[in-house]
T-cell receptor
Framework: QQQVKQSPQSLIVQKGGISIINCAYENTAFDYFPWYQQFPGKGPALLIAIRPDVSEKKEGRFTISFNKSAKQFSLHIMDSQPGDSATYFCAAGGATNKLIFGTGTLLAVQP | NAGVMQNPRHLVRRRGQEARLRCSPMKGHSHVYWYRQLPEEGLKFMVYLQKENIIDESGMPKERFSAEFPKEGPSILRIQQVVRGDSAAYFC???????????FGSGTRLTVV
């Protein structure tokens, strides 16, 4: 019940394309869903987060879509750039839960 | 605000030695978390601490691993009698609230030779 399943494991997108990463969770007590971006040799950095009272949140080129009934959420990166090439982690947690992370998606944006 | 500070950045230990990893949380953050990351794997939760208290250590191996967050000073993750399988990147994070974004440090990369 504590798992967060993330897919795909890796993704190659052309510059200007849309990158989509999906996550699914099991624990209905989760009420906080962040996405983190990690570059090689660095720690993960918070990118964007959503709570279940909204179905979508957009910040610049990054959008989270949230489906509470399906217990799924996804990250969309519009107009993907080579500088977006990194590993992306979804996570789930909440007021009574530490963050549980997905296994990561290695994104490569080709110029 | 210097963010979450971890040291050392790299640590090499021989099998059987002790490894001590330090983490200073962001100013004002009272929640500290330790995660382990193996190559090409996700972040595995180890332990969650508040000042002087271990709140959740469900992800930490029962033997050889311990963690503390004293009233004064940094949080310490201690690994006794290290083995090759302990080689990994260890990340510390802190947050203001439990259901708040975590700020991660740059990690300590432990290599056991």
């Amino acid at each position: 019940q504590q798992q967060v399943k993330q897919s795909p494991q890796s993704l190659i997108v052309q510059k200007g394309g849309i990158s989509i990463i999906n996550c699914a969770y099991e624990n209905t007590a989760f009420d906080y869903f962040p996405w983190y971006q990690q570059f090689p040799g660095k720690g993960p950095a918070l990118l964007i987060a959503i709570r279940p009272d909204v179905s979508e949140k957009k910040e610049g080129r990054f959008t989270i879509s949230f489906n509470k009934s399906a217990k799924q959420f996804s990250l969309h990166i519009m107009d993907s750039q080579p500088g977006d090439s990194a590993t992306y982690f979804c996570a789930a947690g909440g007021a009574t839960n530490k963050l549980i992370f997905g296994t990561g998606t290695l994104l490569a944006v080709q110029p | 605000n210097a963010g979450v500070m971890q040291n050392p950045r790299h640590l090499v230990r021989r099998r059987g030695q002790e490894a001590r990893l330090r983490c200073s949380p962001m100013k004002g953050h009272s929640h500290v978390y330790w995660y382990r990351q193996l190559p090409e794997e996700g972040l595995k939760f180890m332990v969650y601490l508040q000042k002087e208290n271990i709140i959740d250590e469900s992800g930490m191996p029962k033997e050889r691993f311990s963690a503390e967050f004293p009233k004064e000073g940094p949080s310490i993750l201690r690994i006794q009698q290290v083995v090759r399988g302990d080689s990994a990147a260890y990340f510390c994070a802190s947050s203001l609230w439990l259901d708040d974004g975590y700020t991660f440090g740059s990690g300590t990369r432990l290599t056991v030779v």
